[in-house]
């Protein structure tokens, strides 16, 4: 994977089921060399120790210091802010990064800015991301989804947000759950124009 721009790359971890697609986002960015602004709500570390064995520091800096050791990353590359950190790069369209990403996301925060509720920095950031005109991947995990759920989405892609649910492929044969992992974080990285290995392209 090689580095395109230095321009910072948002990733936002919320409380839906699926942190280990986040977590495997953020290894590839960081090993790909990108910077990364990094938000994870209260629920997104519940779910992140639930599902995973990373037990995240709660205040943002020792995060930051945890996860630059944990990735093996270069202290500049990661940048943790709070829910509540309304001077972080994020929230000014001054300083808008040049794509978000919401993994996994979950059915209020898509609510949230889809009806343009900036009620803690996630949504504020998002709300930014669009109104600059950025890229914005929203990467949602559940099932069934209802009208308003639909409805939320549809909005949102009229907006021309990506809605990039975590649906992975079989047709690579896949012989672990780190694979079906790698389906859809190779689907985020092509979304972002990052190389990457992660998975065979249809055809190859």
């Not at 900036?118 to 504020?124: F, K």
């Amino acid at each position: 994977m090689t580095k395109q721009s230095a321009r910072p790359i948002a990733l936002a971890i919320t409380g839906a089921s699926g942190a280990q697609y986040a977590l495997r986002l953020l290894q590839c960015l960081l090993a790909a060399g990108e910077s990364v602004y990094l938000m994870v709500s209260e629920p997104g570390q519940i779910v992140i120790s639930m599902e995973t064995d990373l037990a995240l520091p709660a205040r943002p800096a020792e995060m930051q210091r945890f996860l630059v050791e944990h990735y093996g990353a270069r202290t500049e590359q990661l940048q943790v802010f709070g829910k509540k950190e309304w001077t972080a790069p994020v929230a000014s369209g001054t300083s808008v990064p040049r794509a978000m990403v919401v993994c996994p996301c979950t059915m209020g925060t898509l609510a949230n800015i889809a009806n343009g509720i900036s009620s803690n920095l996630i949504d504020r950031a998002a709300d930014v991301v669009i109104k600059e005109g950025r890229k914005l991947i929203m990467v949602p995990r559940e099932t069934p989804f209802s009208a308003i759920h639909l409805e939320n989405m549809l909005k949102l892609a009229r907006l021309g947000v990506i809605m990039l649910a975590a649906n992975p492929g079989f047709y690579h044969r896949p012989q672990r759950i780190e694979d079906l992992v790698d389906f859809v974080v190779a689907r985020i990285l092509d979304q972002l124009d990052i190389t990457h290995d992660l998975s065979k392209r249809w055809g190859e």
